[in-house]
């Protein structure tokens, strides 16, 4: 096994890296290695990113990579690695493409031809799907629903006939008005909340989505949600 500050170089082209997200001790040795060892770190945002590389005693130079500059980055990235460089890409928490960026870096490299890699590393939605234990079937991964309420609700309602485990992202702002519409829209489908995942203040809680409204009124909804609809006739 090569040591974290190993001199050999990696192969050139992009590694997509994941990072914990949010206990700082989850992170792979292999993918500390490419951090330390990557000719350059694209972060999403890096003031975020020196915390997790400063308590791992790494010192690297990062530059941004976000939803706002990403698409010019690839081509950046391209004249790195057709240079023979190495490109480490991190997101806040998680798997770059996983509703952060990387999407485009990914699909606009290998359109190129050149390299893309994969360090798997944490990823919330496989976290809450092992939680939940409603996944054993499959299940369909749908990320942030829409901002405005009439958005949301087309998306509550069109999950109505997904006959699989669905998988959801959401804000503190939202996650209450979420819930309502489930509760309105799907009341009879059991549903698990992760919140603050890995965090000192995780919560993991099955129910009927009036029930779980009703537990959110007098508990803390502070942090970051992911929700298992359980598949249609599950009990």
């Not at 974290?4 to 989850?26: F, H, K, M, R």
């Not at 008005?177 to 309105?184: F, R, V, Y």
């Not at 992760?194 to 009703?214: I, M, Y």
Request: net charge positive; hydrophobic share 40%; proline share 6%.
């Amino acid at each position: 096994m090569q040591p974290i500050n190993s001199a050999e170089p990696l192969d050139p082209g992009l590694y997509l890296v994941g990072t914990p997200i949010g206990n700082l001790q989850d992170i792979t040795l292999r993918a500390l290695r490419v951090i330390a060892t990557a000719d350059a770190v694209l972060a999403e945002d890096t003031r975020h990113s020196r915390r997790l590389l400063d308590r791992h005693e790494i010192s690297r130079p990062l530059t941004s990579c976000h939803q706002f500059n990403e698409r010019a980055r690839v081509d950046w990235a391209a004249e790195q690695i057709a240079a023979g460089r190495s490109v480490a890409l991190i997101t806040d928490a998680g798997m770059p493409g996983v509703s952060d960026p990387g999407s485009r870096l990914a699909r606009g490299l290998r359109e190129r031809g050149l390299n893309v890699f994969v360090v798997p590393g944490p990823c919330s939605v496989s976290s809450a799907v092992a939680l939940s234990g409603f996944c054993d079937g499959g299940y369909v991964f749908v990320g942030f629903p829409p901002n405005k309420s009439a958005g949301r609700r087309r998306l509550v309602e069109a999950l109505r006939e997904e006959r699989r485990a669905v998988v959801l992202f959401e804000s503190t702002h939202r996650f209450k008005k979420l819930l309502a519409d489930l509760a309105e829209l799907q009341p009879e489908r059991e549903l698990f909340v992760g919140r603050e995942l890995t965090k000192r203040h995780e919560e993991g809680r099955s129910g009927l989505p009036a029930e779980l409204a009703v537990h959110y009124e007098t508990h803390s909804v502070k942090g970051e949600f992911v929700l298992v609809l359980a598949p249609l006739g599950k009990k």
